[in-house]
T-cell receptor, first 113, second 114 residues
């Protein structure tokens, strides 16, 4: 099983809402990632949890908040988003050490209205 | 700073042709290089992973090569089919303080015409 599962597949939210994106993997991976992808652009790294340690892309605004309840689950909490945050949000996982394949989920399409 | 470029940006070929996608990177201190395909509105599907000690990987009609010293990788697709139509992304993997840092290329959008 090389599956990374993301829910929901589509999310529409207002600028005052609070919502969460969820990601799950059962491959025993110790690194999980959130990426943001705008149309016709490559994915950009937002956050990484590796062996329960969080690494952040300093340019990500605080209205995005990651959470890693355990090594199989990764959440992205969303609050007070802007329309420009509308994008495809991709979760990925890998074994956590160098030299291993990274697996991506199908993504969650987020629209902020 | 690692920069990854893919040429061409778009490619349209008739079904059955063999084709080559190119990927170049500026810093040769990499661990691995991974090729992905992305269908419209979908996530990334891993195609091949080439470790830095390898020069080549094959999976079915796909063959990827890696030349670290020149900062280049190629993805060869044999006997292309309409189902191969997608955007292909190469990604350079490096170690960054305990996790794999992934730098994506700019992508090649492939259309295979029946």
């Amino acid at each position: 099983d090389t599956e990374v599962t993301q829910t929901p597949k589509h999310l529409v939210m207002g600028m005052t809402n609070k919502k969460s994106l969820k990601c799950e993997q059962h491959m025993g991976h110790r690194a999980m990632y959130w990426y943001k992808q705008k149309a016709k652009k490559p994915p950009e790294l937002m956050f990484v949890y590796s062996y329960e340690k969080l690494s952040i892309n300093e340019s990500v605004p605080s209205r995005f908040s990651p959470e890693c309840p355990n090594s199989s689950l990764l959440n992205l909490h969303l609050h007070a988003l802007q329309p420009e945050d509308s994008a495809l949000y991709l979760c990925a996982s890998s074994r956590g050490d160098s030299g291993n394949t990274i697996y991506f989920g199908e993504g969650s399409w987020l629209t902020v209205v | 700073k690692q920069e990854v470029t893919q040429i061409p940006a778009a490619l349209s070929v008739p079904e059955g042709e063999n084709l080559v996608l190119n990927c170049s990177f500026t810093d040769s201190a990499i661990y691995n290089l991974q090729w992905f395909r992305q269908d419209p509105g979908k996530g990334l599907t891993s195609l091949l992973l080439i470790q830095s000690s390898q020069r080549e990987q094959t999976s079915g009609r796909l063959n990827a090569s890696l030349d670290k010293s020149s900062g280049r990788s190629t993805l060869y697709i044999a006997a292309s089919q309409p189902g191969d139509s997608a955007t292909y992304l190469c990604a350079v993997l490096t170690n960054s303080g305990g996790y794999q840092k992934v730098t994506f290329g700019t992508g090649t959008k492939l259309q295979v015409i029946p």
